[in-house]
């Protein structure tokens, strides 16, 4: 069993579980003791944001108990860290900090070796990479795209931690060609999902949820962040409102890390429910009684970087899918319906699959089988220089 420390950039129990957290638990699954660090903080805290300031009290609230077994093998660590703060005294601070919160933690824990497995591309910023025995920088997103970031610094340190670091992960083909230059040891495995959370879906034996709307014709379903930075809202808009035979549902919270997003014209339609964040273990549930899941992303500098972890969960439940064409997704066109992110378009592709022009069942489910956390994790471990024990 070896221990390998998690540098995540979201809190452990954040609604939407993604990379990070699924990463831990299929590590675990492989055999290895996991200490999960929660979300530094990259960005400067939005004060007049409720989310922003709900974090801090509740990091604040951990300072009591920071460190917090909350799975057999996985600790989970929140740090007392100056959020934001990436440069100066401040900096030096959260340096300083979190070298003793990690001593203190190796002590209680008896860590001898510690893997560093990074998704913050802070890192090298925030701790002595020479301290652990092997150093993993995993690149899911191209976060110098979402609001409010740092992108100069973000793009400087990514670089200076690809260059350090043993080897490099990416989940999307953009990031793959972006960073390969700063490290040989660089290699793309795309995004997977939790393939036995959502297969449940398919089989028939959930109950459908209360908040559901009961309504006549095609119901169709969204389960992920709401922001304007991602989703084509506008697109969305007239989708919805040309047609009014169909139901829509919106699953996730609002604005999540675009506050500009705004949703007011679409809560004018009488067809599309927005219901705020579900927990994990129900979405499942949700996407049973979904004729069509949607994946109406917007094409910029983001979304071309990214491979959204919902596209395979959607597939593990069984759920048809109709999505925009992004780049990292070209060779899943045999499994879902993808298309450009316009309403005409979607239209077009979600008449298509309601009239049973769609891969089948089983094509789907295969193709999910093949993308599990715990298949691909194994298969990252085995790239690593120095076999785990």
């Known amino acids: 069993m070896a221990d390998i420390l998690i540098l995540s950039t979201a809190d452990w129990d954040h609604p939407l579980w993604t990379n990070k957290q699924h990463v831990a638990v299929s590590l675990h699954a492989l055999g290895h003791r996991i200490i999960y660090v929660e979300s530094l903080g990259i960005r400067t805290p939005r004060l007049y944001c409720g989310r922003d300031v709900f974090r ?13 077994q909350r799975l057999p093998g996985i600790w989970v660590l929140s740090p007392p860290v100056l959020p934001g703060v990436t440069e100066g005294i401040g900096l030096k601070f959260n340096f300083f900090v979190l070298a003793i919160c990690l001593s203190v933690v190796r002590w209680r824990l008896g860590v001898r070796e510690l893997l560093l497995w990074t ?12 301290s652990f025995s092997q150093t993993v920088y995993h690149c899911v997103d191209r976060l110098q795209a979402q609001p409010g970031m740092p992108i100069a610094l973000l793009d400087c340190a990514e670089s200076e931690l690809c260059r350090q670091v043993n080897i490099v992960f990416t989940t999307a ?16 495995f795309g995004n997977v999902a939790d393939v036995d959370h959502f297969k449940s879906a398919s089989l028939g034996t959930c109950s ?19 922001d304007a930075y991602k989703l084509e809202l506008d697109q969305i808009y007239e989708l919805v409102k040309s047609t009014p035979e169909w139901t829509y549902v919106f699953i996730g919270p609002i604005g999540e890390s675009d ?27 949700y996407l049973a009684y979904a004729d069509v899941a949607l994946l109406p992303l917007r094409l910029n500098d983001y979304t071309r970087h990214m491979y959204p972890m919902k596209f395979f969960e959607y597939l593990a439940s069984g759920c048809p899918i109709v999505g925009t064409a992004i ?8 499994v879902a319906s993808l298309c450009k992110p316009t309403a005409v378009e979607f239209e ?14 089983e094509s789907r489910l295969a193709r999910a089988n093949l993308n599990t956390y715990k298949r691909r994790s194994a298969a990252m471990l085995r790239l690593l220089p120095r076999p785990l024990s």
Do not use: C
Not at 174 to 184: D, E, G, M, R
Not at 259 to 285: F, K, M, Q
């Open 56 to 68: 801090i009290l509740r990091r604040l609230w951990r300072l009591l108990n920071p460190l917090q």
């Open 119 to 130: 998704f913050n591309p802070l890192a090298s910023r925030y701790l002595d990479l020479k």
């Open 173 to 188: 083909p953009f990031l793959q060609k972006k960073l390969a230059p700063l490290n040989t040891d660089t290699y793309f």
């Open 208 to 226: 459908r949820p209360t908040d559901l709307p009961w309504v006549r014709g095609p119901m169709l379903i969204f389960i992920g962040a709401i």
């Open 259 to 285: 506050p500009s997003t705004n949703v007011e014209l679409l809560r004018t339609l009488p067809n599309l429910y927005l219901i705020g964040s579900r927990a994990y273990r129900d979405l499942p549930a």
């Open 327 to 334: 780049p990292s997704l070209y060779d899943q066109a045999d």
């Open 348 to 361: 077009k592709a979600i008449r298509r699959v309601l009239h049973g022009d769609v891969p089948s069942l």
